[in-house]
């Protein structure tokens, strides 16, 4: 419960990186629609790349040499409103906000990126909004959980320990309402499609075909609009019970067909590099894996990472002794798509050997108990 929270404090850190200010400097762009301007105190050289995703990778969109003063000035051509990214030379993006035609003021220091603030058009006014009671909902969650190690103890008052606990199952679902509600009430703007298959993402519900059914046919034809359609369409082929998706995944020399594992259990993993929770799930993954892969169980997992560097590190310090492949698109995964896994990372998926769903979004500890109990039942 612990990781859960530090997961939501680490999505709206990487979410909610933000800035307020104006300057002018001279940019290598072309010009566009949108002009980002702003200053970075403390940063006092080095380049400065405006990016975009497209299909998984970040592309450079303009780029500017930092000078003493900090300012910059930079420019893009959006066809629709779309989260854009400040990056600093390779490093991954330190900077995320709405870009929408008009001008996005920004102001933020080199030594507290995380607390960078914009101001722009519509969706970067909600866009604040919504992050502000995100941050307010993991503070109280972290506060509930607290309490709930503190009961645990051994010294700890155990009368408590339920009520500690309901009440963080109770902010838990408060929060997903305000998600739903908020998606919903901004349903005629870009952010609310974003919203909701970011956040709203432990599978099909029948809130997310009311989600969709609010949002006007601009919206639903927008970037965010197709890809929260896509999800929600992929969502409800890919429930517990239902045949898994074939697919295919290759990186470099190795390859992988889920055909190639039928009539074994498999577990598969979308995870995060750089992050100490991710990093923990796929440790304990590896004692369950070292338990059950004699008797049939089989594990894919692939990372979903820009940084080459941080992938890299990861991939050789945890060591996995299952396939691991990289999806070519950086922040945009195979996986994922094929089973409707977005937001909270490490997501999951067990196939039985005959291809049935039976687990979506399952720890390593309860792959382990899945597993006993089916063996038991033989």
């Known amino acids: 419960m612990v990781k ?33 301007t702003g200053t970075i105190q403390g940063a006092k050289n080095g380049t400065l790349y405006l990016q975009h995703e497209v299909d998984g990778l970040y592309r450079n969109v303009d780029s500017v040499e930092m000078k ?15 989260v854009y990214y400040l990056a600093f030379g390779k ?20 030594d507290s990126l995380s607390s960078a603030k914009v101001t722009g058009g519509k969706n970067q006014e909600l866009y604040t909004s919504f992050m502000e009671y995100m941050r307010d909902f993991a503070s109280r969650k972290n506060d509930a ?24 199952s109770g902010l838990e679902r408060r929060q997903a309402q305000f998600i739903a509600n908020f998606a919903v009430t901004n349903a005629s703007y870009e952010i609310a499609p974003l919203i909701a298959y970011t956040f709203l993402n432990k599978g099909y519900s029948p809130i997310l075909d009311t989600i969709k059914s609010k949002m006007p046919q601009n919206i639903l034809a927008s970037k965010y609009g197709r890809e929260f359609s896509s999800f929600v369409e992929q969502a409800k082929n890919t429930l517990v019970g ?28 979308v995870w995060a590099a750089g992050d100490e929770v991710n990093s923990d799930y796929i440790t304990s993954l590896k004692d369950v894996y070292a338990k059950w892969h004699g008797k049939g169980l089989e594990v894919l997992s692939s990372c979903i990472s820009a940084d080459d560097q941080q992938y890299g590190y990861d991939t050789y310090y945890l060591s996995m002794p299952w396939t691991e492949i990289r999806d070519a698109r950086g922040v945009k995964n195979t996986v994922a798509e094929k089973f409707a896994l977005t937001g909270n990372l490490p997501a999951s998926v067990l196939i039985a050997p005959d291809g049935t769903i039976l687990a979506k ?11 006993a109990y089916l063996q038991d039942k033989k």
Do not use: H, W
């Open 145 to 168: 959980y607290i309490k709930i190690l503190q009961a645990s103890a051994a010294d700890g008052n155990k009368d408590s320990l339920q009520a500690y606990s309901n009440a963080y």
């Open 91 to 110: 490093s991954a993006p330190v900077i995320s906000f709405f870009a929408e035609p008009g001008t996005v003021n920004v102001s933020a220091r080199i």
């Open 68 to 82: 003493k003063n900090g300012r910059f000035e930079l420019s893009a051509d959006v066809d629709s409103p779309e």
């Open 242 to 269: 239902m045949k898994a998706p074939q697919f295919e995944m290759s990186q470099d020399s190795l390859s992988f067909s889920s055909e190639d594992y039928a009539g074994k259990y498999m577990f598969l993993v």
């Open 4 to 36: 859960n929270t530090i997961k939501v404090v680490k999505m709206i850190r990487i979410f909610s990186v933000m800035f307020l200010a104006a300057a002018v400097l001279v940019s290598c762009g072309r010009g566009g629609n949108v002009v980002v």
């Open 361 to 371: 979004y399952i720890t390593p500890s309860d792959l382990d108990k899945v597993l």
